[in-house]
């Protein structure tokens, strides 16, 4: 018997304990982290309104419905050390090997590279002004679990469906080893190559550091700002369509239920694209974007933040507009430029 997205998160939240354990969080503990920041970060409201013929054999004739935005989870996105050890653990112990064999097959045999985890490396020598120590980590996307529950509800015009799916990985660093951990071709691109170009933060007085090269390797002192950075540039990555790595795009919209404008490609700084909400290592009930100028702050963004196993995980909020399908879509009218 086929079984539905709701029956399939029902039985993950009656399989895996509740509590966890340190540096890593469950398919649960997501679900209620995501609902508690509900309110503050889903944003909803309606913006407008959607005219549709509707005809019949009795004739034709003009129906709306209401037009509602609002920001929802699509993604899990997880920033950590060990190759395959994602701190989700449903994602750890299904998904978790193949990267590992993957990339092991292809850097490991295929190019003689060998395959650790993550790690540091140092580009020119202490005398050297281009002196700098690189950190690498391992990063994923999945598709957020409540997604396919929006499917659901969507037919009720309340609530968009999103263009994830749950638990889909979009992106897995393992399985992207060439270009995650060569940099290839990313380092050859223009903002790879100068300084101030799609930066995090506000260039030059007060950066986190830059979203290309899209890689794993970060020049970041604070490890929490260094797994941030991580986070952006793979959902940077699965956002936009033809990029140079393997991965799987987060596309769709409109359904037979309803019609949806989906959000645009992730841009850093920019809380209109999209913004993030930490699960781990500290739970935070609010959405922002990263690059936070914390120069005046003694403690800085990354205080209390700090995971000893360097495991961090966010929730990846995207704003949506839709309205419930009732015929042929003629037009629509907006009360509210969404995102405001």
């Given amino acids: 018997m086929r079984r539905s997205?709701?029956?399939?998160?029902l039985s993950l939240m009656l399989l895996v304990p509740l509590s966890g354990y340190s540096g890593s969080i469950t398919t649960p503990q997501i679900v209620i982290q995501t609902s508690t920041a509900a309110l503050s970060c889903m944003r909803w409201m309606p913006v407008g309104i959607c005219f549709w013929l509707k005809c019949s054999l009795s004739g034709c004739r003009i129906r709306t419905s209401i037009k509602?935005?609002?920001?929802?989870?699509?993604a899990v996105v997880s920033s950590y050390n060990e190759l395959g050890g994602n701190p989700w653990i449903e994602i750890r112990s299904t998904l978790g090997l193949?990267?590992?064999?993957?990339?092991?097959?292809?850097?490991?045999?295929?190019l003689s590279v060998p395959i650790d985890s993550a790690g540091n490396r140092t580009e020119g020598g202490r005398g050297n002004k281009d002196h700098r120590n690189l950190i690498f980590r391992e990063t994923d996307v999945i598709g957020h679990p409540v997604s396919s529950l929006s499917r659901i509800v969507a037919s009720t015009g309340y609530l968009c469906r999103s263009q994830t799916r749950s638990f889909y990985p979009y992106f897995l660093s393992g399985l992207d080893a060439l270009s995650w951990r060569m940099e290839i071709p990313e380092m050859f691109y223009p903002?790879?190559?100068?300084?101030?170009?799609?930066e995090i933060g506000t260039w030059p007085l007060q950066t986190w550091g830059g979203v290309y090269p899209r890689t794993g390797w970060t020049t970041q002192a604070e490890?929490?700002?260094?797994?941030?950075?991580?986070?952006?540039r793979a959902g940077d990555i699965v956002t936009r369509t033809g990029q140079p790595h393997i991965y799987?795009?987060?596309?769709?919209?409109?359904?037979?239920?309803q019609r949806v404008w989906p959000p645009g490609p992730l841009v850093e700084?920019?809380?209109r694209t999209g913004y993030w909400q930490m699960l781990l290592p500290k739970t935070q009930n609010s959405c922002a974007v990263f690059g936070t100028n914390d120069l005046a702050s003694l403690r800085g963004w990354g205080g209390g933040r700090v995971d000893g196993g360097g495991d961090y995980v966010w929730n990846l909020w995207r704003p949506y507009r839709c309205c419930r399908d009732r015929g042929i879509f003629l037009f629509d009218i907006n009360w509210i430029n969404y995102p405001p």
């Fill in 248 to 257: 799987v795009p987060i596309t769709g919209g409109s359904s037979s239920r």
């Fill in 191 to 198: 903002a790879s190559l100068i300084p101030g170009l799609r």
């Fill in 223 to 232: 490890e929490p700002k260094a797994a941030a950075i991580n986070a952006q």
């Fill in 68 to 74: 509602v935005g609002h920001y929802q989870p699509d």
């Fill in 269 to 271: 700084d920019n809380r």
């Fill in 5 to 9: 997205p709701k029956h399939l998160l």
């Fill in 98 to 110: 193949a990267q590992k064999t993957a990339a092991k097959g292809l850097l490991g045999r295929l």
